[in-house]
Structure formats: C-alpha cells, structure tokens
C-alpha cells in the first residue's frame, strides 16, 4: 500500500481545507453518509464513492492490510478527521463545592445569627449606661471587654468558614478521585484493529478515520464505520435508536455500523469513517453539550450522588448518551441513588436532626422566658427604650445558643464518613483487583448471602488443554500419537479446527522461554488448535490458503446454538461445512460417524446412548468439557437454503470428539471454603454439561460430600419453577433455589430467572442480597439485575463491562472474597464512626439544654460547640472510615438488608458512655470550683471575660470523646480497643493532632474560645478523666447485652409497615433515597388492596374481578395501575361512596377495570425500547419482564 502522502509532515500553517483536499472526501461527506440507514446507505455508498473498497481508496487504506501506522499519517487523520475522543464534561471547581457547601440550613442560621450578633456588639445606644437596664450591663464595665462583644461572632463566623473549606475540599478529592478511576477505565479499554498487516489492540482513544477495525461478539463498537466483510453480525442499536430488536448487518442490506452499538452475534472487519465528536454519538453529546447552560438547572436539582455519574462510566461517549437520553426519557422516575446503607443514614441523620430541632427550639424558648420573668417580673424592671439593644444583644445570644444545640445534634458527619470510607475502599480494592464502577456496589457486597459465579475463567483458570480424544472408535486418554491417525480423518480435523474458528484464535510462543504458550482469543478454540499442533500439524498453512474472504457462510456460536459452523464452496460447485460444538448438541444431529478406516457408517439413536455413556459421561465425570467436530458435504447443483438453519444442521458425519480440561484455580477451593465461613452460599452457572459441572464443583467444594443439594441442567430447572402457561412460578422457585448449587446447560434467561427469583423470594427471615459474575455479552441481563454484578476484566466482553458493578482486573474468585472483605468493612466503620457520634450528640445536646435551663447559659459555648462539631464529625469520620479490613470480618453471618445500623451492643455502648460524660460533666459544671478551689463561672454577664472554670468543663469534655473515640474502635463488644491500632496511621494522626489543637485552643484561645489558660495540675486531671472513658469502656463491656431488654435498635433499613405507614409525598425525600426497596413495594401494594378491601366492602363484583387477576401474574401491572388512577385516593378512615353502590355499572369502576385491563400492554413499548436504558431500575420494580415501569414511579 502505497502512502505517498505521508511523507511530509503537515505544517501547521496548513489550511484544514487542504487536509481535506488530501483524503477523498471531508469530515462532512463522511458525517452525511453516516446519518443514512440499510438500503439507502448501499446506494449512496457505490453512488457516490463508487463502493466501499474505492471508499478505502479514497481514505488511503488498504481493506486487507490496514493502515501502514506511521505517526505522520495518523496525525494527519487526526487533524483532518478529529481524534476518537469525545471531552468530558467540566469539573466542578473548588469555588463551586465551596458555594455547594455553603447551602447547609444550619450553617446559614448560624451564619445569620453570627452577623447579627456582630451588627449588636458594634452598636453602642446613647444612655446605654443607664442604671435603669440593671445587671444587663452587669461588671463589664471595663471598657475593653465591653469592646470585646464582637468577638463571638466573628469565631462562629470563622469556624463556620472552616467547616466550609473542609467539607469542599472532600468533595473535591471525592472528584478528582472518580476522575482518575474514570481515566483508568477509559485507558484499559482496548479495540482490535489491522495495521500493516498486523492484528493489533490499541487504546479506543487512538483510532482514527481509514482504520481498519475487527468486531467480533460482544464488542462495543468505539467509532462509527462501514462494514467490509462480515459473517452473521447482528449488532444491538438500542442505546441509539430505543428499537431493542437486534439488526441484521451485510455489505447488500444494511453495512452502517454506530459508535455505542453492541455487537450481539458473529464477526467482521470494518473501516473507521467517523471518530469522537463527529460519530453518531458524539453528534448526539455535541447537541447535549449546546443545552449544557439549561442542563446546569436541572442538574443542580439532581445532583447525583457519585458528584460525577456521567464520567465514571467506561465507554466516553456511549454510556453518557444512555444517561442522557434516559434523563430525557425518564424526567418523572425518580432516581436510585442511594444504596441499602445511605437509606438507612439518611433516615437515621433526619430523625436525629428532628430530635435536635425540637430541643433547640425548647431551649431558646425557656432561655427567653427565664431572662424575660426574671429582669420584667421578679426585678420589675419596665422596658426602656435605651435598654433595648441590650436586651436585643441578650436574645441574640439567646438563639445563637439554641442554633449551635442544632448544629451540634445534626449529624452532618454521617454523609462525609460514608463517601470517606467508601472512597478510600474504592481506592483500595484497586490494588485487590476490584474496579468498582458504581460506590455503592462495594458496601452492597458486604451484605450478599448468595454469588451465582460462573464457570470458566472464574473458578477455573480459562486456560484450555485438550488432554483426551475420541478419534476412529478408539477413546485415547491422552493426546494420540500423530502416526495412530488416519491421514485423511487427520486432514479432516485439522481443516475443522483451523477454518470452523474465528480466525481472531490464536496460539502464540510464549512470552518468557520455557513457559506455556499464549493463548489469544476464544479459549476453547485454543485448546482445539492446540490439539492440532499437538498432532504435528499447522493450522497456520490452511488459514493461509483459505482466508476469511473465501469463507462463503458462517454461523457463528451463540448462547443458542451452543454451536458454531462454516460452509467453504467447494471447486466442483458443491459446498462443505464444518460444525462444532458441545458433544451432547452435536451428537443428536449426527446421522453418520468414521470409523477406524476412516469411513463414514451409520450412527443410530443407540450408537448415540452408548457413545455418551462409553465415552462422554467418563469424559465430563473427569470435569472434562466434551466438544464434538462434524462436517457434511452439500452435493453441487442445487445451493441449499442457508437461512433454514435447522435443514442445514442435520445429517452430519462425527469426525471426533474431543475432552478439554479447564484446571480449577488453585486458590479457589480455599476462597470458596471462605464464602461458605462468611454465612455466603456460593452456586455455580454455567454453560457445561452437568457432570462436567458436578465435578468441577466438587473441586472447588462447591458441593461437599454428604450434603444434601441439588444440581440441576437447565431444562429441568424451567420444568421445576414454570407453570403449563410457561411463566415462572415464585413458589415453586422458592422450593428450589434454597438447595440449588449447580445450574447446567443454562440459559442466560435461566441465570437472569434465577438471580431474580432468589432475590424476590421472600421465604428466609433474611432477604437475599445477590451478587453475579459474568463475562459473556449474554450475561448483561443478569449482571444488572443482580445486587452486585462483576464483570471479568481479561475475559469479559465490553457489553459484560457496561452492566456491571465492579470489574475484577484479574478474573478471579479471590477478588471476590476481597470485595465481600472491604464491604462489610464499610459498614463496619460507619457503624463505629455512628457510635462515637452519637455518644458526642447526645451529651452535647443534653449538656447544653440542661445547662442552659439551670443557669441561663451553655456551658458549652456557641464557638467551643463548633470545635467539638468539627473534631467530632469531619475528622473522627475520617479516623474511623479508614480503619483497614481484617480477615476476622469473614467470620461472622452477613448483615443482611434490614439489620439495624446501631445494634443493641452499640445502644449500649453509647448510653453507658454517655452516662459516665454526662455525670463528670454534670459535677464539674456544680461542684467543680469547690473541688478545683476556684471561682465560679455560673451566672457571669454578658461579655464576662472566660473563666476558668468552664474552660476545664469544656476541656474535660474533649478530652473524653478524645478517648472515647479509642473506644469506638470496637463495635461488636471486643475488650481489646488498642488491636492493630498502629495498622490505621490516619487514626493515629488525627487522635494526636486534636489533642496538639485542643492544648492550643485552651492555653492561647482566649476570649474567641472563650477559654483562659490552665495549671498543670488541672491538665491531667482533664486527662485522667479522659482516660476513665476506656476504664469505663471495659466496665460497660461486662455488662451483657441480652440482660438489657430496654434497648433498642436503630437505623433500620425500611420495612414493610413502615413503607405503608409513610406519608409519601413528605417523605418522598428519605424514601427514595433509603433504599426505596420496589421489589418489597409490591407486597405493599397487595396488602394495601386487602386493607381497602376488608375497610370498605368493596362490591363483590369488583371485588372478584380483581382477585382472579392476584393469581396471575400478568395482573400485578394492572393493579399497580389501579392503585395510582386518580380517582383511587382512598382514606383509610372514611370509605369514598361511589364504591359502595354495590352495581358493576358504577362509572369509575368500570373505568378502572377496562384501565386494569388494558394496561399490560398499554406501557409496554416504554420498557422495550428502554431495555438499554435501564432495566435494572425496570427489573427492580416490577417482577414481569415487560411491565410498566411508570406506574409504581407514578403512584408514588
């Protein structure tokens, strides 16, 4: 190929037009002739370019050998045609998280009060010194303390500025975190393409315009082209076009291939015509892109929970266009954000913050009313105006105080602790191989009762060997001398591996001398061509002479078929196809076998059984996959119907079959041994025969000898769970999966069944939480409906990837013991940072209020409150959230999805400790100045400078959540705090540095602290006090549990009642979010119906007409929709008449029965085309597959 324009390298003087002038056509022809579909495109194609191989010429490329690769000429592309890249959109900058954070209710009171207090202090009245204000003045007659007022205000309004800063600062390297996992995934995504004749991977971002590109199965096509040759392609475009039905894809019909689009079926070569902003889906972002100042709005409203949900997707463009499209799609559905965790913090954080309210308020209240009877009632003082001021200065003070009780008892450290210990985790699990995709996926996984894992690749090393043959009636149990071969079958076999294959298959010599060779490609093709050179023989050579363009058909394999085929024409114009397969498949269509000469005899029904049995059976029992290799000739003359499949795969002729070995990882058995220890049930999927199956289980120790446990193949699982109608029937689902451990011959569709049906069931105490692995582009269903699907990094396709949740880098099972490892260990820590929190709220509140009341001032001030605020929340979630994981979290049972966050342990612990803080504090704030013999800070007036005594009070208090935060360490009542303590260096550096802070503050805070420097003395009792905490701490741990019947759990997830309980649209808030649990949804809605139905009595027409529906599934859509018509509102309390007519002509009635009836079809066209879009939002909600999605969204 000749590339004479690549020798100058373009100035950048150069006009674009002239790059344009240098290749046949311009980015725009190329963009228009993208826009056309099928048949239109065909003519414009040899119209306007004279056919796609002049196409090539005009682009400068060559369809066989590629491009030549010479950095000259790809820049040239790049600067003539654009680069595969399609920019992300902008970060948000620090001045925007810091404007962001600003938006907290309370700190914007604080912020106001603080301003107020500010404006007072500086306000002097004339005649402000009038005796007639009595002690309001009080002794702050010294003129620069009187001056000093402002400086309250000005600390609140600084600390308040600190949090600011911090809490911003989090999200910024929250960000900059997703944007470097973004950057990662975008650079681990590679594509094939053909360069000098060379097959060769390169990063997505580098393909350029006149690339020659390979697509095979699975793949997710990264620019936009025109097909040059293909076989059976069938490619998914419904991230664009919303049609879900896959579309058939050849040079006659249709050869237009889209960036975004998933390649379903078969394979083929194809040239590049657009890249990044000028394919399909970077025009559709541009167009977003142009919207982008209105989109800011909306998206303000949104604002997801990842910060940055449209970048942490791989692909650049294509999954972006799906959020997108499904933003525009969907603007009614609210959206899942939050995971099982954050619904259960978000509920407790609002129930907390409501508490606190109502106690601030009280105290403000009783502050006003004891200053207002005291100076106007007991002294009998009358209102002057010149007094007015102060007294205004005395309110303010006031509600500052009753502002920080609020400040203090929300806690607003619970959001930042779990995106903390989520984000460190995820940071983590990067060097355990997990790439977690979504947040949440990581803490979902320490949760998951049950994995449905497959087979090859995961439990087993995907490293393929043909280690027995079944060759000319001889089973051989090792690889058969090349000389024990009949030439003519050796041909046959040969010829069937190298051309019945995708020519993408490949083995190469090892990387490193005297290690294994490499395997590139489909591995059980691997193993096949393996075979072939363990014979002696180069399957190279007949690849040589008979290229892919010479293939006249190929059926490629799917998930169906379980087969693949090859039609060559032969020279006298019949036609050979080779065909291979599993053996079980391939035997049935086989009506002839060669023999020891090598001639073809009958093969009959009982030559089959006795073959399965002799060879086959022994074959899998080994754990052996079985795959047979057949041919038939197609006489010349008559060309057959190619498209009538079943016809063509018939009447085959067995060349052999051959027994493939798959090891199991070494590692596996032991990590399954580990699942089984963490209370996780492990069940293998897979597409292999069913002793292959059993006996690679009982390897791994799936299946251990003398359990009681079902294996089960595919077929007679759907015979076991479906009903004569052929729908799945829950409890007959129910009745199995319990003891399933091995699912065979299965189905994609069988897999998706299996992983919703476990997770629907209701029939444990605890409902499952599942998680998935899956490499094949038909895993992608399953993969999203799973709570967790994990997607194989090495083996798995790009359309595997896009469903997932985390990608394990190395495909291996251990990873997934990890997963579950630094899941539970982020529950664990936000339970931890939750119990210390807590401890802090409730003696900070009840310090102040009680205070307040008794002597008519916080001991606590507003400023001494903000610090605590800030040590308590900001970096306590930061010293318990990053607590490493140990292996000890695999020993116990999972949580579960309705576990409380605070168990009665944590209860426990937090009143006991709260108990000992709030008797120290208590004598101190009483009797301290008698037992330190100084002066008592009680009643001291406005503007008094600080005393000592409440700074020791003050100090004493953080000295004690200081150790106590020691304590918090240990949640499930373990005595040793102190265990692996140096392993947390984040733990150790924020303990240490509060305490450096807390000695500044005390000894040099002065008046904005209102602190005043201690003795030594006084120091290490503050000290010792402190370190009562962990005394204490072991105290409280003696006291069992179970003899405290009074506790009480918290922070469930939402239960049944509760969900019916709440008033949806004020709650809407916290329910979405809180793990808006739809699945459950549905109960709910059944047991809302018969509620409703036992109130009022519903008329028995009515009545019956929807109870025969209840049994049958269909009818669970229409009563969704019965529930959210308009006309349904129902109090419970007063019974609407129109349904107590008792006739079946009752208008509204009728109405929502012809509704009912209507309905399964009447949305199902939504969930079709938006099977892309969202299934897993449309799966969680609604167990029919083709149900409306809209109408649980709407009801509620």
């Not at 009982?606 to 060879?615: G, I």
């Not at 200081?962 to 265990?979: D, P, Q, S």
């Amino acid at each position: 190929m000749t590339n004479n324009s690549a020798d100058h390298h373009p100035g950048n003087s150069v006009a674009e037009g002239s790059h344009e002038g240098e290749f046949g056509c311009s980015v725009m022809d190329l963009r228009g002739l993208m826009e056309v579909r099928s048949g239109e495109a065909v003519n414009r194609i040899n119209d306007t370019y004279g056919g796609v191989h002049s196409l090539c010429k005009r682009l400068k490329t060559s369809p066989v050998e590629g491009l030549s690769g010479n950095p000259a000429d790809l820049e040239k592309r790049r600067q003539a045609f654009g680069q595969n890249f399609i920019p992300p959109k902008k970060a948000k900058t620090f001045l925007q998280l810091v404007w962001e954070a600003l938006q907290d209710v309370t700190l914007i009171i604080l912020e106001i009060a603080a301003i107020i207090s500010l404006g007072l202090s500086f306000y002097h009245p004339p005649g402000g010194d009038n005796e007639a204000c009595g002690e309001a003045k009080g002794s702050a007659e010294d003129e620069g303390e009187a001056q000093a007022g402002w400086i309250e205000g000005a600390a609140i309004l600084f600390s308040v500025i600190i949090v600011v800063l911090v809490t911003a600062f989090n999200d910024w390297s929250k960000e900059k975190q997703f944007r470097g996992l973004q950057s990662r995934i975008e650079q681990e995504q590679k594509f094939t393409v053909i360069r000098k004749g060379q097959v060769i991977q390169i990063p997505v971002a580098e393909i350029v315009v006149g690339d020659i590109a390979q697509i095979k199965y699975g793949d997710l096509l990264p620019a936009d082209g025109v097909l040059i040759q293909g076989n059976d392609l069938k490619i998914d475009e419904s991230s664009l076009t919303g049609e879900s039905d896959q579309v058939k894809k050849s040079l006659e019909k249709d050869p237009m291939l889209l960036s975004g689009t998933h390649v379903m079926e078969g394979s083929g070569r194809m040239l590049v015509t657009a890249v990044g902003v000028n394919s399909q889906t970077g025009i559709i972002f541009t167009l977003l892109g142009a919207g982008e100042g209105e989109e800011e709005k909306k998206v303000k409203k949104a604002k997801t929970q990842d910060g940055v949900a449209l970048e942490i997707q791989p692909l650049k463009s294509q999954e972006g266009i799906e959020n997108e499209e499904k933003e525009k799609k969907k603007v009614k559905v609210p959206k899942k954000e939050k995971s099982v965790l954050q619904g259960k913090l978000t509920r407790l954080a609002v129930q907390i913050g409501k508490a606190g309210l109502i106690m601030s308020a009280i105290t403000v209240i009783i502050l006003v009313l004891y200053f207002v009877i005291d100076t106007f009632g007991i002294q009998g003082r009358s209102w002057l105006a010149e007094c007015t001021p102060i007294y205004i200065q005395y309110f303010v003070k006031f509600f500052i105080i009753g502002v920080t009780v609020l400040v203090v008892a929300v806690p607003e450290g619970l959001p930042l602790a779990v995106t903390i210990s989520l984000a460190y985790s995820v940071k983590k699990m990067m060097k355990d191989n997990n790439l977690v995709r979504h947040l949440d996926a990581c803490e979902t996984m320490g949760n998951a009762t049950a994995i449905c894992s497959d087979k090859t690749g995961t439990l087993t090393m995907n490293r393929m060997t043909v280690v027995q043959a079944y060759v000319g009636d001889t089973h051989y149990r090792q690889i058969p001398d090349p000389e024990a071969i009949l030439p003519k079958i050796l041909d046959l076999i040969v010829n069937g591996v190298a051309i019945n294959s995708a020519y993408t298959s490949k083995i190469l010599p090892p990387e490193k001398e005297g290690g294994l060779p490499r395997q590139v490609g489909n591995k059980t093709e691997c193993a096949l061509l393996g075979f072939v050179l363990d014979l002696k023989q180069d399957y190279q050579a007949v690849r040589n002479e008979v290229p892919e363009e010479k293939l006249y058909k190929v059926y490629t394999f799917n998930s169906s078929r379980k087969s693949m085929s090859t039609v060559l024409k032969n020279p006298d114009g019949g036609f050979r196809m080779y065909s291979k397969g599993a053996s079980e498949i391939l035997l049935r269509k086989c009506t002839k076998i060669l023999d020891k000469n090598g001639e073809p005899r009958i093969f009959k029904v009982k030559d089959r059984d006795e073959m399965v049995k002799k060879v086959i059976e022994p074959m899998a029992c080994h754990g052996l996959r079985t795959i047979c290799l057949a041919y038939r000739d197609f006489p010349a003359g008559v060309e057959p119907d190619w498209d009538a499949e079943n016809e063509i795969l018939s009447d085959l002729s067995c060349i052999c079959v051959v027994g493939i070995e798959d090891p199991v990882r070494p590692e596996v058995p032991d990590a399954i041994l580990k699942c089984q220890r963490a209370g996780i049930t492990v069940r293998m999927v897979t597409g292999d025969n069913i002793n292959t199956a059993r006996a690679i289980a009982t390897k791994c120790g799936i299946l251990l000898p003398g359990e009681d446990f079902l294996c089960l193949e595919g077929k007679e699982f759907n015979r076991l769970i479906r009903n004569e109608k052929g729908e799945v029937e829950q409890e007959q689902l129910d009745k199995i999966w319990p003891k399933l451990r091995v699912l065979a011959r299965s189905s994609p569709t069988d897999k998706h069944t299996l992983v919703k049906g476990i997770i629907d069931s209701t029939i444990a105490e605890q409902r499952q939480v599942v998680a998935v692995t899956g490499d094949g582009t038909n895993d992608g269903p399953a993969l999203k409906k799973a709570d967790v699907g994990f997607a194989m990094g090495i083996a798995g396709t790009d359309v595997a990837k896009e469903a997932s949740d985390i990608i394990l880098t190395d495909d291996n099972f251990t990873s997934i013991v990890k997963a579950v490892m630094w899941g539970r260990n982020v529950y664990d820590s936000i339970s931890k940072f939750l119990q210390f929190q807590l401890t802090v709220n409730v003696v900070a509140v009840i310090v102040a209020f009680t205070g307040a009341c008794i002597t008519q001032d916080s001991p606590l001030k507003a400023v001494q409150m903000l610090w605590v605020n800030l040590i308590m929340d900001t970096f306590a979630s930061l010293a318990l959230a990053t607590e490493p994981p140990s292996e000890s979290l695999l020993l116990r049972k999972p949580y579960g999805r309705n576990k409380p966050l605070i168990s009665r342990t944590m209860m426990k612990n937090i009143l006991g400790h709260a108990v000992y803080q709030l008797t120290i504090i208590f004598t101190l704030l009483f009797a301290g100045e008698k037992f330190f013999d100084i002066d008592s800070g009680r009643n001291t007036p406005l503007h008094s400078p600080p005393t000592e005594h409440y700074t020791i009070v003050f100090n004493t208090f953080v000295m004690m959540q200081l150790f106590n935060e020691i304590n918090a360490r240990k949640i499930h009542g373990e005595r040793n705090v102190f265990e692996a303590i140096f392993r947390n260096p984040i733990f150790c550096t924020v303990v240490l540095g509060t305490f450096v802070s807390q000695i500044i503050i005390v000894e040099f805070g002065g008046k904005p602290f209102s602190c005043s420097g201690l003795t030594l003395s006084q120091w290490f009792w503050c000290i010792f006090i402190g370190v009562g905490e962990l005394l204490w701490g072991q105290l409280i741990c003696t006291v069992p549990t179970s003899q405290l019947k009074f506790l009480k759990e918290a922070g469930h997830g939402i239960t049944k009642e509760d969900m019916a309980d709440e008033e949806l649209p004020e709650g809407l808030d916290e329910i979405d979010h809180a793990e808006m649990e739809l699945r459950r949804g549905q109960i709910l809605w059944f047991r809302g119906l018969n509620r409703i139905q036992t109130q009022i009595k519903v008329v028995n027409a009515f009545r019956s007409s929807l109870y025969e529906n209840l049994q049958k599934p269909e009818s669970k859509t229409s009563i969704h929709n019965f529930m959210t018509h308009p006309e349904f509102i129902l109090e419970e309390d007063e019974p609407r008449t129109p349904f107590l007519d008792g006739t079946d002509e009752d208008p509204e009635a009728e109405e929502l029965k012809q509704q009912s009836e209507e309905s399964p079809g009447e949305f199902s066209p939504l969930n079709k085309n938006n099977n892309a879009m969202d299934s897993s939002v449309a799966e969680d909600t609604i167990p029919e597959p083709e149900s409306p999605l809209h109408s649980l969204e709407t009801s509620i």
